[in-house]
Structure formats: structure tokens, C-alpha cells
């Protein structure tokens, strides 16, 4: 079966760090373009981050620029979003999904919530 | 960056009837427009992608159509387990954008 899992979501405070994970099964992770997505409390999806196949072309809205940074280990069929400088305008659900002319296959999500 | 907007924000039915979604780009995508369904508590679900491909496991009663900046996701006969939030997102340039959403609720 084709899935996602995501994890390392919690209770953060502003300023604060956080490292989400994304494990992939079922599918040849190393083949792929994958995702990051937001989706705050009650709001609509924000596209967050994109890294190519072979991690060669990584991308960013700008207005994440600088706080948050994609990565992936194919090794490990894992990706990866570590998020700095947190704020409470950061708290949404966070999915990762696999990229194949859309958004084909999305995690379950999981939620980073930034309050002091 | 591209604006995607829909119309409208929500669209009242009833089982059976006929669905029409809008979403407009604020410049062209050419087909690079993908449509997602989500109901509550849940990832949101591709349908359309390329404009107007199924995806793998969508039903006959969901189709998709337009290019260039004007899209239109057609729902032919509404079935209960169709009332959601829809979106819409395009694929054509950096950064990805979503439109707001349209919920499609039971009249």
C-alpha cells in the first residue's frame, strides 16, 4: 500500500524549533518530487516546500524563506522539514505529499501548534 | 505569483444535482491545474489533475475542464459522500498556490 506517515508534530513555543519527519512506503520514494503543505485551523492549504527527486532543486514560498529547510534521505525513504524561528502564525496541520503532476498521495498530517 | 480564486465560497445542493466549481488564475496556467477534494478530519484527496484527468480511483461523476486562466470542476450527479471542500492548484509556476476553497454543502 502507497503511504505516508508524517510525525514529530507537538506543542512548540515561539521561537522555538521543531524537525517534522514524513516516512514513505509502498512506492520507490527515490523516484519522486515531494511536498510539504499547511493548513491552519479552520483555513485553506498552503503549499510550504518542494524538493526534487535527487534533492538538486529545493523550493520555498517567500515567505518561509530562511526559517524553514527541506531535506530527504531516499536511503531512508524519509523527508524531512526542520522549521526555526517559529511563530504562532506557523500552528496548521502539516502533510507531507508525494508530487506527480499534482499532488497524488498525502499523509495523514500532523499538527505543530506554536503558543507560549 | 499566481492567484487562484474560486468561485463560489460555497454552493449549496442537494443529491443529485448538478455541480459547477469555478477557479480563475490571475495569469495563465496553461493546463497545470490540479482539483482536490477534503472533508473534515482529513488529508485532502486528488481528483483532477492536468485540468481535466481523473485521477486513479475517481468516479465518471467527477470531471474537469478549461486552460489558460478559467476552470471548472463539474460534479454531474451529487452524491451524498460529495460534500466537502474543494480546491483548486496550479502547477505551472513557483511559488505552488491554492485557491481559498469552495465548500459544496447540502441544501
Known amino acids: 500500500e502507497v503511504q505516508l506517515v508524517e510525525s514529530g508534530g507537538g506543542l512548540v513555543k515561539p521561537g522555538g524549533s521543531l524537525r517534522l519527519s514524513c516516512a514513505a512506503s509502498?512506492?520507490?520514494?527515490?523516484?519522486?518530487?515531494m511536498n510539504w503543505v499547511r493548513q491552519a485551523p479552520g483555513k485553506g492549504l498552503e503549499w510550504v516546500s518542494s524538493?526534487?527527486?535527487?534533492?538538486?532543486?529545493?523550493y520555498y514560498p517567500d515567505s518561509m524563506k530562511g526559517r524553514f529547510t527541506i531535506s530527504r534521505d531516499n536511503a531512508k525513504n524519509s523527508l524531512y522539514l526542520q522549521m526555526n524561528s517559529l511563530r504562532a502564525e506557523d500552528t496548521a496541520v502539516y502533510y507531507c505529499?508525494?508530487?506527480?503532476?499534482?499532488?497524488?498521495?498525502w499523509g495523514q498530517g500532523t499538527m505543530v501548534t506554536v503558543s507560549s | 505569483e499566481i492567484v487562484l480564486t474560486q468561485s463560489p465560497a460555497t454552493l449549496s445542493l442537494s443529491p443529485g444535482e448538478r455541480a459547477t466549481l469555478s477557479c480563475r488564475a490571475s495569469?495563465?496556467?496553461?493546463?497545470?491545474l490540479a482539483w482536490y477534494q477534503q472533508k473534515p478530519g482529513q488529508a485532502p484527496r486528488l481528483l483532477i489533475n492536468?485540468?481535466?484527468n481523473r485521477a486513479t480511483g475517481i468516479p465518471a461523476r467527477f470531471s474537469g475542464s478549461g486552460s489558460g486562466t478559467d476552470f471548472t470542476l463539474t460534479i454531474s450527479s451529487l452524491e451524498p459522500e460529495d460534500f466537502a471542500v474543494y480546491y483548486c492548484?496550479?502547477?505551472?509556476?513557483?511559488?505552488?498556490?491554492f485557491g481559498q476553497g469552495t465548500k459544496l454543502e447540502i441544501k
Open positions: 505529499a508525494r508530487d506527480w503532476s499534482a499532488f497524488d498521495i
Open positions: 509502498g512506492f520507490t520514494f527515490s523516484s519522486y518530487s
Open positions: 524538493i526534487s527527486s535527487g534533492s538538486s532543486y529545493i
Open positions: 495569469q495563465s496556467v496553461s493546463s497545470y
Open positions: 492536468d485540468a481535466s
Open positions: 492548484q496550479q502547477r505551472s509556476t513557483w511559488p505552488r498556490t
